[in-house]
């Protein structure tokens, strides 16, 4: 089989099945991307991807390229490539595009062509059929047509790629029925057939609507408990116990806000869309809305709170730990923290930055600041210890040995610190405030 994009999406589904033993052929427009992989190099920061990818490449079962002449040699090709979406929530179309027109100067007979990328209903029958159409079926070469959504979620992808149920949806059934056979028998995981590729297109985008809505939900929830000086973390635990249709109240946790790629543009995808079949949806919005205000939320609990201390936010030191969108990633895209560090230092605050995952010189230009290399060194005389995305690497933080100031506020953006901890933290003279804590 084919993968058509190496990022982070497709270079997990290539891992996988070539683990599974097919042979995978890897295409990408991207030579540099391609040359790192080959070299042993993987970009993304996912447990286990690098050593799958490098093995899959050293048996041969997965070969690299950036020849799109390579899809013939495939009986099945997945077009994972990236979907942006513009301010009005628009897709970009261009990566799509241009992977189907690639993939349609070279499609054969019999082939069966997966689109697994993020789209808006429609896309796969209005959009790409058409363009692989372009240079196969206008040549006499018939071929089956799937939308097939990607549902995992990073830092735990390889696991749920073993495991996840995988829709589908033909532009008719004899696709749906090639689709459905080939993920049987590739992951040997559970199917869910659709009537349509329009219906397989929205579970996506209903998954993302619902996440990104839930954590609005949460984190205003977060806020409502504040006020009244009430722990969020227990009255969401107390909430999620009652049983409701066939599952629970399932109440997700507040943060310093939302990131990444799929979440913070598929809700604007579900608008834009529904907008063009003249349906005004306000939920999408709302909860981009919310998530959006929470890096200004978070960075104003600080500012505040070194203000209720009597110390001059202008001459403040903050040490941010952890500049990814979530913990154990080393992705900043579309990463809140970007927006807590802007406003700290607007506020004439001195902020250092220390993420052991993220790459350092894509964290300096995002950022303006270059990353410390160590602990110690990010916390010395801080004034405030803020964590905004808890790693593995943070687990063991020695609070009792950090060389912080007086007084030390520890702002929990993503941490959830137990009782027992808050406790031991306030022992030793911090200061601790949570989102909603």
């Known amino acids: 089989m084919a993968v ?17 033993g ?24 996912e447990d ?44 970009v179309e261009d990566q799509l595009g ?13 082939q069966l062509v997966l689109v697994k990328s993020t789209v808006p209903p429609g896309t796969t029958r209005d959009f790409v059929r ?61 199917v869910i057939t659709q009537d349509s590729p329009e219906a397989a297109e929205i579970v996506k985008l209903a998954d993302n609507w619902w996440i990104d809505l839930n954590i609005a939900l949460a984190n205003e929830l977060a806020k409502f408990c504040a006020a009244y000086d009430v722990d969020v973390l227990d009255v969401i635990a107390a909430a999620n116990t009652i049983t409701k249709g066939k599952s629970k109240v399932n109440i997700l946790l507040p943060s310093v806000g939302v990131g990444g790629s799929c979440l913070v543009k598929d809700p604007w995808m579900v608008w834009h869309a529904a907008r063009r079949r003249g349906v005004e949806l306000h939920t999408p919005p709302t909860g981009r809305k919310v998530n959006l205000g929470m890096p200004e939320h978070a960075s104003q609990l ?18 941010i730990l952890g500049a990814a969108f979530k913990n154990n990633t080393g992705d ?56 905004m995305a808890n790693h593995h690497d943070f687990a063991d933080i020695d609070y009792a040995a950090l060389p912080v100031a007086g007084n030390c506020l520890i702002l929990d953006g993503r941490a959830y610190y137990s009782k027992e901890k808050i406790a031991e933290l306030r022992r030793l003279g911090y200061l601790y405030l949570g989102i909603g804590r």
Not at 4 to 20: F, H, K, N, P
Not at 81 to 90: A, K, L, M
Not at 98 to 110: F, K, Y
């Open 98 to 110: 241009q992977a189907s027109e690639q993939v349609g100067r070279h499609l054969r007979a019999g």
């Open 302 to 319: 600080i500012i505040d709170t070194l203000v209720g201390q009597g110390k001059d936010p202008a001459t403040a030191t903050v040490a």
């Open 4 to 20: 058509i994009g190496l990022g982070y999406v497709g270079s997990c589904y290539a891992a996988i099945l070539a683990e599974r």
């Open 48 to 91: 286990g991807l690098a050593p799958l990818l490098e093995a899959a490449i050293m048996a041969g079962r997965l070969r690299l390229t950036t020849s799109f002449a390579a899809v013939r040699d495939a009986d099945v090709l997945l077009l994972a490539v990236g979907t942006p979406v513009r301010t009005d929530g628009s897709m």
């Open 332 to 387: 900043l895209r579309a990463t809140p923290v970007e927006g807590v560090v802007t406003a700290l230092l607007k506020a004439g605050a001195t902020v250092r930055l220390h993420d052991p995952l993220v790459d350092p010189f894509q964290a300096e230009t995002l950022f303006g600041i270059a990353p410390t290399e160590s602990l110690d060194e990010t916390v010395r005389d801080a004034d405030c210890v803020a964590i």
């Open 22 to 45: 097919w042979d995978v052929i890897g295409i990408d427009t991207n030579a540099r991307l391609i040359e790192e992989l080959t070299e042993g190099h993987c970009r993304y920061q």
């Open 130 to 190: 058409p363009l692989l159409e372009g240079g196969g079926l206008a040549c006499g070469v018939d071929f089956n047509l799937a939308f097939t959504p990607e549902r995992f979620a990073e830092g735990t992808a390889l696991r749920e790629l073993r495991s996840l149920p995988i829709v589908v949806g033909g532009v008719d059934d004899d696709s749906t029925a090639d689709a459905a056979l080939f993920w049987r028998q590739a992951l040997g995981v559970e």
